[in-house]
């Protein structure tokens, strides 16, 4: 996680009371001053989220509802497809998927979560892409949908093998939730929204509520025992070791959905030969890489030694060359696994052979071996 310096005055989540009371060490992130981590330090946060409860303040996140201008529900459905190479159509109301939003280059906007709930799509969409993502959202779509952004709407995540055991004090209903459910409840009386999902490779529930009790909701999940508020800077180090992608790191608009080993993301409907193959921006480049591979590939990376090896680090083919084959995008100390990984792009034909791949750290070759995604397995509730 990197957060650059402005002179642009900060925004504030509505749990900014709640963090300095908490004495967190706060930074900015995205545009807001957010918690990076509270007394007791990203490795206790990230290793208690691993075994207990964490709540996270992500309400700098966007959050979207979308509708149908028509009669007919699934006209929203329709038209966000034709932004996203993701079957929306075929989402269940009550179900969520994970989706990118594609340039005509094929290349990544953001990546999104989507749900549905009724006759509405709700998104979230990453901090720093949310206005830009406002904008094309209403170019695109808005002829046929209305579009609004929520802004008067707080975002926290709890997560964690007790999550569960946490959230079900207040919402009992949420026990029978799996992995990708999303649910309407009420929760301190107002009407929100939960979904079971989350970034850090845990069991966990993204809850979206109105601003105006996002302080008094945190409150009441920390008062169970087992859950503690935890920073971004643990957030990050979870969701490395889960192998998931940070947007502006391992995820730009030069990097294809295929590059950034995604396909998963691509239901067989929108792929060629499908029913509802194509009619997305990108879709020549993305649809022919889905059959032909990339020239290159996300991989993941396990550096020798215990020195991390970060963000932009350069890759070799061997400790001497000059070739260059690639660069880090994501790396850090994994607490879970009690070494350095990372995650970054090669050469496809590199990417396929597993062979070493070399860093350049502090004007030495580090030898890093290629490994299996993700570096924790995950714990979802399926």
């Not at 990546?111 to 709930?117: C, H, P, V, Y």
């Not at 979230?124 to 094309?136: H, L, P, Q, R, S």
């Not at 808005?142 to 707080?154: F, G, P, V």
């Not at 052979?353 to 502090?362: F, H, N, V």
Request: charged share 25%; glycine share 10%.
């Amino acid at each position: 996680m990197t957060a650059a310096p402005t002179d642009t005055p900060l925004k504030r989540t509505p749990l900014h009371g709640l963090h300095v009371e908490l004495d967190a060490r706060m930074v900015p992130f995205a545009g807001y001053a957010m918690p990076v981590q509270y007394a007791n330090g990203i490795l206790k946060e990230h290793l208690h989220v691993r075994v207990a409860a964490g709540l996270f303040d992500v309400s700098h996140m966007g959050q979207f509802e979308i509708r149908s201008r028509s009669k007919r529900g699934d006209d929203a459905a329709r038209e966000l497809e034709s932004v996203v190479p993701m079957d929306i159509l075929g989402l269940a109301s009550g179900r969520q998927r994970y989706a990118l939003l594609t340039n005509e280059q094929g290349g990544v906007r953001d990546d999104l979560m989507i749900a549905r709930l009724g006759d509405r799509l709700l998104i979230v969409a990453n901090a720093g892409c949310k206005d830009a993502d406002e904008i094309y959202l209403r170019e695109m779509l808005s002829k046929h949908c209305e579009i609004d952004r929520l802004d008067d709407w707080a975002l926290l995540a709890l997560q964690g093998p007790l999550a569960e055991v946490v959230l079900t004090a207040l919402v009992p209903d949420v026990r029978s939730m799996r992995f990708m459910d999303v649910r309407a409840v009420k929760l301190l009386g107002a009407d929100c929204i939960v979904s079971r999902s989350g970034y850090t490779g845990e069991d966990g529930f993204e809850i979206s509520v109105p601003a105006a009790i996002a302080e008094a909701v945190a409150r009441s999940l920390l008062k169970h025992p087992q859950a503690e508020m935890i920073g971004l800077g643990a957030r990050d180090s979870l969701r490395l070791e889960a192998g998931l992608c940070l947007y502006g790191s391992d995820l730009d608009p030069d990097t294809t959905p295929v590059e950034a080993a995604l396909e998963w993301s691509i239901q067989a409907c929108r792929r060629s030969g499908g029913g509802r193959a194509g009619g997305f921006p990108g879709a020549k480049t993305i649809l022919d890489q889905l059959v032909h591979g990339a020239p290159r590939r996300r991989v993941g990376l396990r550096p020798e030694g215990r020195a991390p090896v970060r963000h932009g680090a350069r890759l070799f083919r061997d400790r001497s060359s000059s070739d260059e084959i690639g660069i880090v995008t994501s790396g850090g100390f994994g607490p879970s696994i009690n070494a350095p990984v990372a995650m970054g792009y090669v050469m496809a034909s590199i990417a396929a052979s597993g062979a070493p791949i070399y860093a350049e750290l502090r004007g030495e070759r580090v030898a890093m071996q290629q490994s299996k995604l993700p570096f924790v397995a995950s714990n979802y509730k399926r």
